[in-house]
C-alpha cells in the first residue's frame, strides 16, 4: 500500500510554468508505475501522463504532449511534472495515482490516489 500526496500547484499566467511533486508514503515507492491526472470544473478526470516503475517509460495525453514531462526519484520516493507553455484550459485539480504495473494511456485503473492540488492559469 502507497499513499501519494501532490504539491506544488498555485496561481501562473499563461504561457509560465509549473512543476508538480507526488510525494508517496507507506509502500516502497519504486514498486509502482505512477500517473498524472486533472479534474476541471463539471468535467471528468482525464489521464495526463503516466511513469513506468524504474522512469524508462511514460506516456501522456495528446493535449500536453511537448508541454509537459513526467519524471520520477526513486530515492526521494517522489514523482514530478513538469508543465511548461500553460494554458488557460490546463486549469484544474491534478491528481497523482499509483497502481502496480505500467499501463498505457487511458483506460487504466489506479489503486491509489491523492487528494490532489489545484492548478489555475490565468489568461
Known amino acids: 500500500q502507497v499513499q501519494p500526496v501532490e504539491s506544488g500547484g498555485g496561481l501562473v499566467q499563461a504561457g509560465g510554468s509549473l512543476r508538480l511533486s507526488c510525494s508517496t508514503t507507506?509502500?516502497?515507492?519504486?514498486?509502482?508505475?505512477m500517473g498524472w491526472f486533472r479534474q476541471a470544473p463539471g468535467k471528468k478526470r482525464t489521464f495526463i501522463a503516466t511513469?513506468?516503475?524504474?522512469?524508462?517509460?511514460?506516456d501522456y495525453a495528446d493535449s500536453v504532449k511537448g508541454r509537459f514531462t513526467i519524471s520520477r526519484d526513486n530515492d526521494k520516493n517522489t514523482m514530478y511534472l513538469q508543465m511548461n507553455s500553460l494554458k488557460p484550459e490546463d486549469t484544474a485539480v491534478y491528481y497523482c495515482?499509483?497502481?502496480?504495473?505500467?499501463?498505457?494511456?487511458?483506460?487504466?485503473?489506479?489503486?491509489?490516489w491523492g487528494q490532489g492540488t489545484q492548478v489555475t492559469v490565468s489568461s
Open positions: 495515482a499509483a497502481r502496480r504495473n505500467y499501463c498505457l494511456g487511458d483506460g487504466c485503473a489506479y489503486e491509489y
Open positions: 507507506g509502500g516502497t515507492f519504486s514498486r509502482w508505475a
Open positions: 511513469i513506468s516503475r524504474r522512469g524508462e517509460f511514460t
